[in-house]
């Protein structure tokens, strides 16, 4: 199983960036997928997932601002990310199956 990221970048406060994560090797549309952030010294958190159903979850702290999709004919999970905040600077890194397989991680930098 692999998952690439990308779409990360460097954007300035109340910009937007659209993540991107492609699945391989394995039925994508079965799995809960969902996007993960850490920054150094601190615990991978959860940014939100989407069940196979659809059904989506976001941490408090993106509610209202980040939106989570999939396309399951391209086996890919996408993170629409609007209004950033300095706050959101971190890795983000794509889960398949609630943390059971690891894409690379894609670097998001918000300037302020």
């Given amino acids: 199983v692999q ?17 991107s994560c492609k699945v391989r090797g394995t039925n ?8 993960y952030r850490q920054t150094p010294g ?38 629409q990310m609007n209004s950033l905040k300095p706050e959101d600077t971190a890795a983000y890194y794509c889960s398949l199956g609630s943390g059971q397989y690891w894409g690379q991680g894609t670097l998001v930098t918000v300037s302020s």
């Fill in 3 to 19: 998952l690439q990221a990308s779409g990360g970048g460097l954007v300035q406060a109340g910009g937007s960036l659209r993540l």
């Fill in 42 to 79: 601190k615990q991978r958190e959860l940014v939100a997932t989407i069940s196979s159903g659809g059904a989506t979850n976001y941490a408090d702290s993106v509610k209202g601002r980040f939106t989570i999709s999939r396309d399951n004919a391209r086996r890919t999970v996408y993170l």
């Fill in 28 to 35: 994508f549309s079965i799995y809960t997928v969902g996007w």
